[in-house]
């Protein structure tokens, strides 16, 4: 692809992988269903499917393919009628998809590569689902493209610590790629799916939303990968555009995981749709908002939020006492600057709450970059092991038996309320590193100023006895 005029960047390629790997996949995924189920059709047409123009490495290729994919494949795509949520599944991920190549000779070598894939062969889907994990990854040095991906060592925990069952709803408002969507999953088959119905109910208590058009694209793909055989659940579209007032309470959700998206602006008019106490275009605080309303009595959440919105004031207050009213933030997990590394570094916290009776005291735990490591990176990264001794600490789904400790600390509701609710609370049990004394500090600081003057002095001497010969 990289020897293709059409294609520049990596995001570019990953975007143009993914329609392919989609109709492979879902191509696949169809002809198992017509052997499980004898009223069961493709959405897609006969001439259109994967089997039908794809499969032949020795089909079409060079202008010919290239003139189908162009002037057939995509606008049919495209305005297919959204008969069924497959079919609108289908339309919804090539609405704004784009083919990029040029060459359809390369075209043709990419699709008999990706043909070589059997995704209804367990151990292959398995092995591409780790080669797509990493593509997923990649998006992190794709520009832009980053701010899809939370690392899945971060999902996995988060997922892990809110334990979500099936018969549960699950939302995800501003879910990117899919991660938390495909790591709870994988924990309810793991540990909750024993029969038949569990299954049909963890697929059916999953709900989505994403913005662009490339994460909607991958989420949908990644759905498929993990045997969703619906993923029309995810919807494109912007979660915030909603009035606040209009999520009634049929649509409230047992479980809330995202990562929602921070340090960006909402477009003009976004913040008319919340109350005026609420009102402001920074996209994570309008999700924090939403988020809480979103909640049954009972219900639950683990959101992505960074250092900012804890000692942040005026709106940031009124939404940090607003969740402390409402809900229970019983724990606060504070990662270094370096988990999203290199898409940000910047100090990021996991919020742990359920809804339903006030808070009164938040537990702290500070996360540190193991030993030897002086911060994650793309080579070094966070994984899901680093995070263990926070779960052993944790205390069960009850949270019982915390202990402070030098990576954990508790701090009252009221104390929190005394401090203007900011929540940018440091760890008590760190030592300060001791500089010296002050006075002499600030004399050594002269004795050296004095010197680099009495230095400078002699240079300009010794230039200026140079300048004169």
């Known amino acids: 692809m990289r020897q293709d005029t059409g294609v520049d960047g990596d995001a570019q390629r990953i975007s143009q992988l993914c329609w392919m790997f989609f109709l492979k996949i879902i191509d696949d995924q169809d002809q198992e269903l017509e052997l499980l189920k004898t009223d069961f059709r493709s959405p897609i047409p006969e001439r259109l499917q994967w089997r039908a123009w794809a499969a032949d490495p020795e089909g079409i290729t060079g202008e010919a393919l290239l003139t189908f994919i162009n002037a057939d494949l995509f606008p049919a795509l495209k305005n297919m009628a959204p008969t069924t949520p497959r079919a609108r599944t289908v339309r919804d991920v090539f609405e704004d998809a784009y083919n990029y190549m040029k060459s359809g000779h390369l075209m043709r070598q990419v699709i008999n590569k990706i ?38 060592a971060v999902t996995g925990f988060m997922v892990r610590m809110t334990d979500p069952r099936p018969g549960e709803t699950l939302f995800d408002p501003a879910c990117g790629t899919g991660g938390f969507l495909t790591c709870a999953i994988r924990h309810m088959r793991d540990h909750h799916v024993r029969k038949p119905h569990d299954a049909w109910m963890l697929e059916n208590g999953l709900r989505a939303v994403e913005k662009k058009q490339l994460p ?15 993923p029309s659940f995810i919807r494109r579209d912007n979660t915030l555009a909603r009035p606040y007032v209009s999520w009634s309470k049929d649509e409230r959700v047992d479980i809330v995981l995202t990562n929602p998206p921070f340090g960006g602006k909402e477009e ?52 940090k006492e607003h969740l402390m009213t409402e809900c229970n933030l019983h724990t606060i997990v504070r990662l270094p600057n370096s988990v999203f590394r290199p898409y940000a570094s910047i100090g990021t916290n996991l919020l742990f709450f359920e809804k339903g009776r006030p808070t009164r005291d938040i537990w702290f735990w500070e996360h540190r970059v193991p030993e030897g490591q002086k911060a994650y990176s793309m080579t070094r990264p966070i994984r899901l092991e680093h995070l263990d001794d926070c779960a052993a600490w944790w205390g069960g789904p009850k949270r019982e038996g915390r202990v402070e400790t030098e990576r954990a600390w508790r701090v009252t509701a009221e104390e929190v309320k005394g401090r203007g609710y900011n929540l940018d609370i440091k760890n008590p049990h760190t030592v300060a590193e001791d500089h010296g004394d002050p006075e002499t500090l600030l004399a050594d600081l002269t004795a050296a100023e004095a010197e680099v003057a009495a230095l400078r002095g002699q240079i300009k001497a010794v230039l200026a006895e140079a300048l004169t010969r």
């Open 268 to 319: 003009d008019g976004i913040e008319a749709n919340f109350p005026q106490h609420f009102r402001t275009r920074e996209t994570a605080d309008l999700f924090l908002a939403l988020i809480i309303r979103l909640l049954k009595p009972g219900g639950r959440a683990a959101v992505v939020l960074p250092d900012g919105t804890l000692f942040g004031e005026g709106v940031k207050t009124r939404l």
């Open 216 to 230: 909607h694209m991958l989420a949908v793909t990644n759905m498929l990968l993990h045997s969703i055989e619906d």
């Open 115 to 152: 043909n070589g894939i059997d995704f209804n062969n367990l151990k292959e889907r398995q092995h591409f689902g780790d080669i797509y994990e990493q593509i997923l990854n990649d998006l992190q040095s794709a520009g832009n493209a980053g701010e899809y991906y939370t690392p899945r």
